[in-house]
């Protein structure tokens, strides 16, 4: 079985987006600059953003983290979103979810300018993406990190059936609706599935690339997959692990040790989807630096 290696790609990308930025900043004297906003002291976002803002700098894009009480007040995020909308350094905008409950998450999205939304949350940037305005939106990084993989393992899927578990906006909508695109990397016939789904075997064991975004460890067991069939995982889940100093560790949403066995290619937890994430995250952004620049 191939194991899908996102870490190597995405070590691979980060390169390629390091040489990117130098030639930004020869053309033009400037550098991307991402802006993330932390709400709150939620420590697993704490984490997330620091990997964001140390992947940044190691690449050369500068990158700033504004941070705010978790009494904020959702005019006040609101009003700082817009002053960045305004900020001609400022190329990428990210609010780190999820926010506390009194602010109004779809009213922060869509305080964001689309053109700076490297997150690829706006109604807009979704729209764009449904009617297959690739070249013209930001893809949410999380899908756009799967397509990456596909593309760099010259995984086929022209006319595949892929099946996908779970309808976030964040994850499983958008992948859905970018594997149904006509494109090199997709162009797939393309089945979602959901808690409401009757009988999720009967779908996924039809499916030649299996995509599971759901949030439940061990899910997807060998049973429920089509020998030969390609498995992404997107899944982060802690479970308990007395094994290890930290008391858990980190799983997918597939049983890996028996999917391995029935499957022909496979992404890992860790090391798979989740490192891809954060480097779709740093193309978005160049992306946005190119397109504000005309390059
Ligand atoms: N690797 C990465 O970079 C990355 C990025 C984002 C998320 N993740 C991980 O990916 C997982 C999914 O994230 P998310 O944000 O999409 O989660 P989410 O918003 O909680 O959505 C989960 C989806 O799974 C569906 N689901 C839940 N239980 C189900 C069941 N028993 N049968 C069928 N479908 C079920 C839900 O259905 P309903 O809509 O019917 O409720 C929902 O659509 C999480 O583990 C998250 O940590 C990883």
Known sequence: ????????????????????????????????????????????????????????????????????????????????????????????????????????????????????????????????????????????????????????????????????????????KPMANLMLQKLDATNCTVTICHSATKNIPFYTQQADILIAAIGKAGFITADMVKPGAVVIDVGINRIEDAATKSGYRLVGDVDYEGVSAVASAMTPVPGGVGPMTIAMLLKNTLQSFQRINGL
């Open 1 to 172: 079985m191939l194991i899908i290696d996102g870490k190597k790609v995405s070590l691979d990308l980060k390169n390629e987006l390091k040489a990117s930025v130098e030639s930004c900043q020869a053309a033009t004297g400037r550098v991307p600059g991402l802006t993330v906003i932390i709400v709150g002291h939620d420590p697993a976002s704490q984490v997330y953003v620091r990997n964001k803002a140390k992947t940044c700098k190691e690449i050369g894009m500068i990158s700033s983290v504004i941070e705010m009480a978790a009494d904020t007040t959702e005019k006040h995020l609101i009003d700082t979103i817009h002053k960045l909308n305004n900020d001609p350094a400022v190329h990428g905008i990210l609010v780190q979810q999820p926010l506390p409950k009194l602010i109004d998450e779809f009213a922060v999205t869509l305080a964001i300018d689309p053109s700076k939304d490297v997150d690829g949350f706006h109604p807009e940037n979704l729209g764009r993406l449904v009617m297959g305005h690739l070249d013209k939106c930001f893809v949410s990084c999380t899908p756009y990190g799967i397509l990456e993989l596909l593309s760099r393992y010259n995984i086929e899927t022209r006319g595949k059936h892929c099946v996908v578990v779970g309808r976030s906006n964040i994850v499983g």
